[in-house]
């Protein structure tokens, strides 16, 4: 066999493995005995082990040494790819910095869900200080020199940059900034308000996950905390919650869930459990899961058709119309939470946390100043105080468990989501007509055929620019969100 | 670290992932999307492969080597002991035949499928030679001079032979064939007859698997077409299935898979994710399962119990007394499938696999002669023809997947709960009182301190011989099956 044939059978039954090791993860909030958490939690720490071991197999090494990649072809070249960058970003590191970080971000994300119990942020820096010393220095081995933060950005990102994504978000921070407090300023839409049947809503979000073309024979739907999407290929698996007072909170999370697994599903079978078998980035995922709840789920059109379904299912809950229902998904409220905030409000939040984690691992902020800066550009951006840590630097569970970088992906997504959908729009003359009649067929069939099918063949914003036919950049997200919101706020 | 240290390290990992690929198998018989089965197989081989490679590894080979079992306590020589016949083993078959079996019986557990649906043994017997040629290749590479058989039965039955089992068998064949004739002669109890909700067949079936102890904060129960308990430890999970006109088949199968359920989670959890933090043996196991079924469940006390839950939970079911409803839980039938066998029949089914296995492990059958030497035994011991291959020798499916010394398990973990049985009635005198009101806590308490907490700490024969305090024969079953069934028949 060639050395090319030994790395392609070795990564195959490393990606079988990482499967496994999601599936685990499934099984972990959904499927579990509460009482098995300590058990669970040394068989998921034998599974990275092992995983590890073999991303830094020094046999890969010698493969990857003795590949020509010019004798392959495109989709031997993108396996070599994702395979060389992970052997790269795993060996770059020391065995025992990845030991520490994983022991010490253990106990950093139980140290921060208490202290957001409790609301005390001094209780929580300590242990965030040093998994921000550790993380830095993991930066400094994989940056070799480079940028830091610009070296974790690219775990998520490849070949995104702090700067690049600085730069983009400086065009839509003025911008997003005016249209929230113009929103705001305006007449609000009605709020949802009732009582929804849990029972009767896991009907509806299935009937909505199989609206957007979610395949039940490679997936399945379950309640969770927590709505994920987990897996690659034939296996891909959402989950979603109830609320009986915020049914939107379990459509709409079934239909960003949906769109993470559509990309998942979708992959060409020939990639399957390959290195390039799965959704190619953090930000790429984000804008499928984004088109699919946003531009698509969120449109006059479709949310005229959930409308319809919802008064099938739940009699008259107190909206008069469609159109008046189309205001009300899309209602821009006050509040601290990014996870809770409407389309407007969203890129701010994720801005924030990008300045200050950019800071912090650049060595410009230091962690006894965060909760100052945080609370300073909160007031800068939303006007006004956050009134507890909760609801402040303490609400996201990322900085504990040391994912620094991952935060920009969200808003990169929904740029992305810009540009597809404007493409999309070009594409299908015609689609608010099929959305009106609860047929995405048309638009998520675009999605697989200009995008999903690739998985990891083309490097993310490659893969983007191919499908939209035109350089990525906030334009298109900000021309939407502006039109959408003025006709909506009559601004 | 010390070898002995490296050694346990490497072996809890080695458990632990051998628990994630357990957790595989009960997904896929229970929440796997149907769509998944191509792609969970391949995971499934990566994670065999890869088990496969630690248990073989040549530091394994090498930390056992700088070993000296002396100088370790109880514990630690019992993991070795543990460590060193896997390493053994999996050492002793040569990796070609190792896959080659992985292979064959893949494929032919579906050419099983199709020619027990098919009636056709014709289609079946030329896979079924393959497979009973590689096993015996395999059997000689394990035997390294020795017994073929022995060597299997060494795989599920650390220390057991050929010879002892059916030296055993044969003390128990005539008294079984004559008990079975007796019974069948003589006037049968009333059958159950009458539709049985299946939702309602779920909550009793829960109420008796706590009845017996399980712990469900550290298990789960889920339906499945076979019912099986699989996990060890703080997370065992068993399932159940339920048919409308035949609840006893939920009932007893969950009290039969509760008493392999509570054999893992009883353990010392000292042993958790070690090599002896499991049942020691499949008879061992089997042992656990049957007393719970039988000896316990199917007793005239706790029967009576269950038959007061079922008048709660079903009202009126046409059985007149709790007397009458003992003789009717232990109604011996006319039939062919071992698996829905009464206590008397079930052992006379698995001698005659027992015999018929040996025989073409040592040459001394043909797989052409299969069928013929089938039907000729089941003729001698239950007197009527077998009228269909799938009653006949297409029933099972353990010959396909190359199980050739795992039948006689089954009889053997009798054996040892006739045993058991014999010693807890000794113990606890007012038993019958107990379960009478269902209360099984002195019954399971007394088996979890005798045996279950010792995991594989003891050989298989030693801890039945601790617990039971008498060397293990037929005699106590014996006793007990004819005692019972004389008189429910009134003999």
Redesign the interface.
Known sequence: MSAFENLMGFA??TA??G??AG??GW?QET??????A???S??M???E??LHARRTDPKVGEWLAAIDPATLDEVGQAQVREISRAFDRASKVPADLAVEIAKVTSRAQGQWAQARADEDVAAFLPVLEQVVALKRREGEALAAGGNVYDAMVDDYEQNMTGAELAAMFDTMRPRLVALREAALAAEAPQKLSGHFDADKQMQLTEKLALAFGY??????IDKAVHPFSSGS???V?ITTRTSDHDPFNCFYSTIHEVGHACYEQNVDDAY??TPIGGGVSMGVHESQSRIYENQLGRSAAFSGWVYGQMRDVFGDFGIASAEEFYRTVNRVNDGYIRTEADEVQYNLHVMLRFDLERALMLGDLSVNDLEAAWNDRFKADFGYVVDKPSNGCLQDVHWSVGLFGYFPTYSLGNVYAGCLHQALRQAVPDLDAQLAAGDTAAATGWLKESLQRHGGLYAPRDVVRRASGMEPSAEPLLEYLEAKFKGIYGL
Chains 1, 2 share one sequence.
Do not use: C, I, T
């Not at 395949?215 to 399945?220: A, T, Y």
């Open positions: 195959r039954d079988a493995l499967q496994v599936r685990l099984d499927m579990m005995p509460r009482g098995a300590d058990q669970r040394e068989e720490a034998a599974m082990k092992m395949d039940l024979n490679h997936g399945r290929g034939h296996d698996r399957l459990l």
